[in-house]
């Protein structure tokens, strides 16, 4: 089989990497080699209508080729809840990566037996879900789920739940945490990790920054769960969504050094667990920017207008290196050498096209709601907040038109992924909140239609292969 070779993209190359699993979701066979992938050479009028040529050469060479994209649930139940379920959604469409959402019922139910991947976002799995939804069966759905060789990765509260220490959590990973019961005792803030294993640190640099919200510090010593990774660094305290900011004191005394990302030492648990959260797409930290006492509110009076416009522009859109590392752990896993199965499918309770119009009806109002709110601020923190604005709503103009107009093509699996999160979306958006939240809880459900977009372009360019 000749086969093209495709540069490794980096930690910000998320067009790549939708284009690497949208061919693994049409059969298309991919592999990875020593400096990216390999996709079959007739895929290559698709790389080159998408503008990805350049990041292609003739010829490759690499492991066998593997088949098909993983079976991924995403817990939704009302321990996690909306929007923390929803950046993981973001994530995996930014990597082309569609999923089921799995609520408390339909985990004790049985949904996990058409999954191959469990996701576990941060929220209050903290408590153990039994405990925490009121419904027997779902803990140990999901340790059967495990023993039957299902994986599982989990952020921040999704890591405490997999972890040792309190009644209810699932202790696949020989870890205890520092703070349990009292977990608020860290903080959030913006960090930087350094990734260790070099399977998780594939095409990532040194060190790449991510929120933390209160994730599991875990102390550094011996143990027989893989550290990963460790906290590296101190960026930025947050009090976006919680003023509740890390001290900058606890970060080197309790957590500088120790493990940022744990798996599971037994090969036959296959379980990566995050403490911070690379889930979160680079427009949180864009928030965090603009918080009460944030980087932008700080630095605005001191370098300007023009200064601070640049730093809120040039944050990432539909790419982070967190969604890398994701992408990394799901490949570490083994998740993209399974046979092909049937992938798993839930049908939304409504269809896309509806959800869309409602969807578009609601952010109108929600752009006028930042609007008021940025009217309150002083004169050149209105500026930028103004200017800010204006980018999302023309941006959110334009994405809805483009998915319109692909809709009616839309990989079922994906459409129906897309109009899951945003029928939650919706509601969340009229929900009061101060002027950098509320930013953020507009952007999510446009950053969840741009990815989506990106891959019915994709998916659209495959089409002749």
Not at 104 to 131: C, E, I, Q, S, Y
Not at 135 to 142: E, H, P
Not at 407 to 421: C, I, K, Q, R
Request: hydrophobic share 50%.
């Amino acid at each position: 089989m000749a086969l093209l070779a495709l540069k490794d993209p980096g930690p910000f190359g998320g067009g790549v990497l939708t284009f690497v699993n949208r061919c693994r979701a049409r059969g298309l066979a991919v592999a990875e080699t020593d400096s990216g992938f390999a996709v079959p050479a007739e895929a290559t009028p698709a790389l080159r209508a998408l503008g990805l040529g350049d990041a292609a050469s003739d010829a490759a060479a690499g492991e066998a080729l593997a088949d098909g994209l993983p079976r991924i649930a995403i817990y939704n139940g009302a321990a996690v809840g909306y929007p923390y379920w929803a950046y993981y959604a973001h994530a995996l469409l930014s990597l082309g990566l569609p999923y089921v959402p799995v609520d408390a019922g339909a985990v004790a139910a049985g949904a996990l037996d058409g999954v191959d991947l469990l996701v576990m976002p941060g929220g209050f799995a903290t408590w153990g879900l039994d405990r925490a939804e009121r419904i027997a069966g779902i803990d140990a759905a999901i340790r059967a789920f495990i023993a039957r060789g299902g994986a599982l990765i989990g952020s921040c509260g999704g890591a405490f739940y997999a972890s040792e220490g309190r009644p209810g959590w699932l202790g696949l990973v020989d870890a205890m945490p520092r703070f349990t019961q009292e977990y608020l005792s860290t903080g959030a803030a913006m960090l930087s990790i350094e990734v260790g294993d070099p399977a998780l640190g594939r095409g990532l640099p040194e060190t790449i920054e991510v929120p933390y919200y209160h994730g599991p510090v875990y102390r550094d010593g011996p143990r027989r769960a893989r550290v990963c990774g460790a906290f590296a660094g101190y960026i930025a305290p947050a009090r976006l969504f919680i003023d509740n900011p890390l001290d900058r004191d606890l970060f080197e005394a309790e957590m500088r050094g120790t493990p940022a990302i744990l798996a599971a030492a037994d090969p036959a648990v296959r379980a990566i667990l995050f403490s911070p959260h690379p889930e979160m797409g680079e427009f949180v930290r864009k928030g965090m920017a603009l918080a009460g006492g944030g980087y932008a509110r700080r630095y605005l009076p001191i370098r300007g207008h023009k200064v601070m416009d640049e730093t809120l522009r040039f944050y990432m859109k539909d790419d982070c290196a967190g969604f890398r590392l994701i992408h990394n752990a799901v490949a570490a896993l083994g998740l993209f050498a399974l046979p092909q199965a049937v992938p798993a499918s839930s049908a939304p309770a409504r269809p896309l096209g509806a959800v869309l119009t409602d969807l578009d009806a609601a952010m109108g109002p929600a752009f006028a709601g930042l609007r008021e709110l940025a009217g309150r601020e002083d004169a050149a923190m209105q500026r930028l907040a103004g200017a800010e604005i204006d980018r999302l709503e023309g941006e959110w103009t334009a994405v809805l038109a483009s998915l319109r107009q692909d809709e009616a093509g839309a990989d079922p699996l994906v459409s129906g992924a897309l109009a899951s999160v945003l029928d939650e979306a919706i509601p969340d958006l009229a929900a009061p909140r101060a002027l950098a939240e509320k930013m953020v809880v507009s952007e999510l459900p446009l950053r969840l239609c741009a990815a989506a977009l990106r891959i019915l372009v994709t998916d659209k360019a495959l089409e002749t292969c």
